[in-house]
C-alpha cells in the first residue's frame, strides 16, 4: 500500500495532456505520476522535463534506459529498475540482456562502450556518489560530450524518481511487474514495498 494515496485521472482533467503524453511513452499512466499530481503545475512542468530528454537525445533509447536501469537499481529502486526494464521489453530489447544487466562486465552480450556507460550509472546511483575522473575518461573514449551530459541527464533524472517511489511506497503497476517478476532475477530484483 503507498504511503501516499495516488489522485484519481477521472479528477484530473487539467492534466489530461500530461497524462497522455506519458502514456505515449511508457504505454500506461504510471502510479508516481498520480501521486505528484497533489500540485498540478509542478507534475505538468517535471512530465515535459522528463520527455524532453528522450526527444533531444542522439544516444539508442535501448542504452539509455540500461542506464536509466543500472542507476536505479544501484540506487535501490525497485519501482524505477521495473519501469526501466518493462520500457527496455516494449522496445524491443533482448530478453536476456535485460536479465543478465548486471553481468555487464562479464557478459559478451554487452559492448565496451554499454559496459563504461552502465558502469558510470552504476557509480553515480550509489549513496555516497563513486563517481571519479576515471569515468569520464573512461566516457569519453566511446561517447562525446553531449552523450556523457544525456547519460547523466537520465542518471541524474532517475535520482529524483527513485527518490520519489521509494519515499512514497509507489505501488507498481501490472505491466512492469509482470515483466519484472518473470525476467529479472531475484538476487537482483523483488517488489519490496511497491506491491
Known sequence: MPYIKPLERADLSALEGTFQGTEG???FL??????????????EKFMDFCL??????????????MVGMMASSASGCRYCTAHNA?????????????????????SELYSDAERVALR???????????????????LREHFTEKEI????????????????NDSAGTTLEHEPREYSEAVLPEKHWSLGKHS
Open 25 to 27: 511513452f511508457l504505454g
Open 30 to 43: 504510471p502510479n508516481d505520476v498520480l501521486t505528484m499530481a497533489y500540485l498540478p503545475g509542478a507534475t
Open 52 to 65: 524532453a530528454l528522450y526527444q533531444e537525445a542522439t544516444l539508442p533509447s535501448e542504452l539509455l534506459l
Open 86 to 106: 518493462g520500457k527496455l521489453n516494449k522496445s524491443g530489447a533482448d530478453r536476456d540482456k535485460v536479465a543478465r544487466i548486471w553481468e555487464f562486465e562479464t
Open 120 to 138: 558510470f550509472a552504476m557509480a553515480a546511483g550509489q549513496v555516497p556518489n563513486l563517481v571519479e575522473q576515471a569515468h569520464y575518461d573512461a
Open 149 to 164: 551530459v544525456e547519460i547523466l541527464f537520465v542518471i541524474c533524472q532517475f535520482g529524483f524518481w527513485n527518490r520519489w
